[in-house]
C-alpha cells in the first residue's frame, strides 16, 4: 500500500517532465521538417516600400464616389460578414439541438454524434475554399462571400451553441414542468431566454472573427476589400496597400472593441 502511495506521489510529482520532453520532441520534429530556402535578393526593397506606403497612404483613395473605392468596399465586407453571420446564426440553432446531448444522456448518443459529425465535417472546409467553390456555382462577388462565410460559421456556431444547450442550467425547465408545462412551454419560456445571452455572445464572437476572414476573401473573387488589396500588390502600388490596410486595422479595430464591450453585458 506504502509502495503504490510513493509511486502515486512520484508520478504526480515528476510526470510534468514527460510531458514536457513530449512536446521538446514535437518541436524539434516539427522544426527539422521546416526547408529554409533563405530571403529572396529583394526583400529588403519591397520591405522598404512596404513601410514606406503604411507611413505614406494614398488618401485619396479612401473616398472617390465611385463605389469601388476603400470606404464603400469597407461597408461592403462588413455586409458580407454581417449577413453571414446572421444567416449561419439562424440555420445554427436546429444544428445545436441536433449535436447537443439531452439532461438524461450521460454518454454520446446516435443523435447527439450524428449531429457533433456533420458540424465537424462542415468545418473541415476552409472558408476560401467555400468561396472558390461558391465562385464557380454562383459567379463572383459578395454573394458567393456571403455563402461562404455563412456555411463555415455554421459548423462553429452549431458547435458553440451545442455546448451551451449542454451545459445551461435546468433549473427554470424543472420548474415549469413541475407546474404542469408541456414541452413547449419549457422551450419557449425557459430553455430560450436561459441559452439567448449565450447564443448573442457567440454569434457577436464569430462576427468578429467573419470580418477577418471577409476582408481575405475577395483574394479570390468574392467581394469585399480583398480584392483591391490583391491588386495594388501585385501592381506594387504600395501607398495603396498602405491605406488598404490602414482601414482594415481600423475596421478590425473598432468591431472587436464594440463587439467584446456587448459581449461583457450579455454574459
Known amino acids: 500500500m506504502t509502495e503504490n502511495i510513493k509511486k502515486q506521489n512520484f508520478a504526480a510529482r515528476y510526470g510534468w ?3 514536457a520532453v513530449i512536446v521538446l520532441l514535437f518541436y524539434v520534429w516539427s522544426i527539422t521538417g521546416l526547408k529554409f530556402s533563405g530571403l529572396q535578393e529583394s ?4 520591405s522598404k516600400s512596404i513601410v514606406n506606403g503604411l507611413f505614406h497612404p494614398e488618401w485619396g483613395y ?3 464616389g465611385s463605389g469601388e473605392d476603400l470606404f464603400s468596399l469597407i461597408i461592403q465586407t462588413l455586409a458580407i460578414a454581417f449577413l453571414g453571420t446572421f444567416v449561419s446564426a439562424i440555420l445554427s440553432v436546429p444544428f445545436a439541438f441536433w449535436a447537443a446531448r439531452g439532461p438524461e444522456e450521460n454518454k454520446p448518443h446516435l443523435r447527439s454524434s450524428s449531429g457533433k459529425f456533420v ?6 472546409f476552409p472558408e476560401l475554399v467555400l468561396a472558390i467553390m461558391f465562385i464557380k456555382a454562383v ?3 459578395s454573394f458567393a462571400g456571403v455563402l461562404a462565410v455563412s456555411i463555415h460559421s455554421i459548423g462553429m456556431l452549431g458547435k458553440l451553441f451545442g455546448e451551451a444547450i449542454e451545459n445551461m442550467d435546468r433549473g427554470s425547465e424543472e420548474a415549469i414542468q413541475s407546474a404542469g408545462g408541456s414541452k413547449a412551454d419549457m422551450w419557449l419560456l425557459a430553455t430560450m431566454p436561459t441559452i439567448m445571452p449565450e447564443f448573442l455572445s457567440y454569434t457577436l464572437y464569430r462576427f468578429e472573427i467573419a470580418v477577418r476572414s471577409a476582408s481575405i476573401l475577395g483574394m479570390v473573387g468574392a467581394g469585399g476589400i480583398g480584392t ?8 506594387r502600388n504600395w501607398p495603396r496597400v498602405g491605406i488598404i490596410l490602414l482601414g482594415i486595422i481600423v475596421m478590425v479595430t473598432m468591431i472587436d472593441l464594440i463587439s467584446g464591450s456587448i459581449r461583457k453585458k450579455l454574459v
Open 43 to 46: 526583400a529588403g526593397e519591397v
Open 62 to 64: 479612401f473616398y472617390d
Open 119 to 124: 458540424l465537424v465535417f462542415i468545418r473541415t
Open 17 to 19: 517532465i514527460f510531458w
Open 228 to 235: 483591391p488589396l490583391l491588386f495594388a500588390i501585385q501592381t
Open 139 to 141: 459567379g463572383p462577388g
